[in-house]
């Protein structure tokens, strides 16, 4: 056995055994593995569905804040059928040919006869539903999320990029550090005491169970479907330097929160016990293919040293990454652009920085873990953020946290004398591992396999500064409507067709809720880009086509809050039949269905007060990530493709998005009546 002492550079140079036991993944192999994450039906394999047919409605062992106003909050219901595949027909029309079509219409009518499987299904899933105070978070925890096989990085996790930092020191690095962790220990303190403001829509109040999902929360790899542990009373978070990990406590022994003077005393204390040394990256483990870091966890777990390290890992309210300097970007893009539509320097920081957040840009890939729920990422050149690993909580709870900790940063730099006056009152603890040949290998494999995934993800990100959510509502269309036909637009401009594309709606309105399927991609949708792409036809035409798609995107987005898509409850009908072990109807096998859950476009939109944005990777291998922030001015954008897609081109789709929202400004300022 070798202490964890040995440079990085000595790790890589060591032996590479072949060993096909944990070579389970290919990273090129992402045309079948990355289409899995959003498609929430095709990705249900036999397999799988072996594991799911067992499921029944739980009690849920997650620990719940209470709910203000809990006992007003509905379950979630169970649509009609007939108003689904209404929907779901509309939803396909213009992805399909006339004959595709009338194909894909034949077999739904097959289905949603009287004599049919959907009315036999649709009884059984009701019946379900009846027993349960949610029907599908427990399915859609373990289907969409623990039984995903491929790295949670880029494919699952997502990154949220925090306004881009100056840093003229490390310093200033330590100081953000520290302010940043007295901050979330202050949002976790609001949880603890429910003192948390109540979110709602309008005067309606929404779940908040997800809230206490974020603390003390760990996903650990299991074979064939991971499991989640909860440790939210937990009293240490872990710093990650340079590749060592070191416990910290949140509290001291009168349990309050550390103050930030205290947090940065810790922090260059941990800095100067690992100057001139490098550990080897043990977090690198956490980027690998489910299944593999699986099968390494147990036998890495069974060293009694590893196992209490892991344990500290695990346990940790959250884990806070201070990075290095970051290499440079290998072929760096982002020359083009439009004039005065965006900063090209903050556009190329705010690229960095996301690719920071998602895979750490090797520099720093293996100082994570990314098992945590909530990793906090402080990077040298003023990049910072959270990668969050996405099954207990959707994107409101983090966005919520990150506004709290931004905003309250001046508060805590008040705060921060002196860090070299007094001695030190608690010590952080570096966290042993032992490392064998086995695991030099896997390490050295995870190296490998990451790296092939990091060249593959290429990003363009930027901030459309020319207008925003204020201009939008001047002309009475809804802001997110308006962006998404953009997106839409755009894509329909670059390859020539419509793109089937994916919006989270979030259905916390009932217990336990998750998220729904905005289907943005509209017959109505299709007839604005055509008229928008033609110089023939009138600004007056194109304003007319533009406000019809507008409204009918709001009227879906609408439904789909209200738990009224189309995805959630086919998904539904599909387990209810694996769960009674019924043959699974040609609904899902039919072109139709599989054309229109290939989300090429997989958008989703996470508000915050500041220039911040969330990042994620496409979820097939030809699509595209588009995750925007709107604010009142503008809005910044993060978007994301795979290299190895000949079809598409980040900086090509986001040159398409800037031109399609300027000719839409144009449009809307000529026709509509605006109230500014």
Known sequence: MRRALLSYRSLVSLSRKSTSEYLLYNPRSHIETNTLFFNEINFLNERRFSYAAKLKCETSTIPIIQNQDVEILPHLPVPQLNNTLSKYLRSVKPLLTESEFEKTL????????????????????????????????DWWLRSAYLEYRSPVLIFSSPGFVFPIQNFSSPEDQYRCAAKLIYGALQFKNSLDTKTIKLDRTGKNPLDMSQYNNVFGTNRTPRKSCDELKYHPNSQHFVIAYKNYFFKVPAYSNDHKILEPNEILKQIKYLVGKTSGLSGIPVGLLTSEHRDTWSNVYQFFGKDKVNASSLKVLEEALFLVSIDRTNRPLKNPKGTTTITDVEDLSLSEKQTISALQMLHGNRTNSGNRWNDKTIQFIIGSDGEWGITYEHSP???????????????????????????SQGPLA????????????????AIAIANDNLGKLIDDLDMACFTFKKYGVSFIKSCSFSPDSFIQMAIQSAFHRVHGIPGAHYESASTRIYLNGRTETIRSCSSEALKFSDSLNSSAISSRVKYETMKEAIEGHKNYATEAVRGYGVDRHLLGLKLIAKDNRMEIPELFTDLGYTKSTHFRLSTSQISSVNQAFVCYGPVVPNGYGCCYNPRSHDISFGLSVFNSSKETNAEQFKISLQEVLLEMQKVAAQNSPSKL
């Open 426 to 441: 608690y010590t952080p603890t570096r966290l042993e591992f032992n490392i064998d040949q086995q695991a030099v290998d």
């Open 393 to 419: 909580a959707d994107g409101t709870p983090v966005a919520n946290l990150m506004d709290f900790c931004v905003n309250n940063m001046s508060t805590s730099d008040s705060l921060l004398t002196d860090f």
């Open 106 to 137: 034949s077999v739904v009518k097959s289905f949603g006869a009287d004599n049919g499987i959907g009315p036999k299904l649709q009884r059984l899933l009701e019946a379900r539903a009846k027993t349960c105070d949610n029907w599908l978070s």
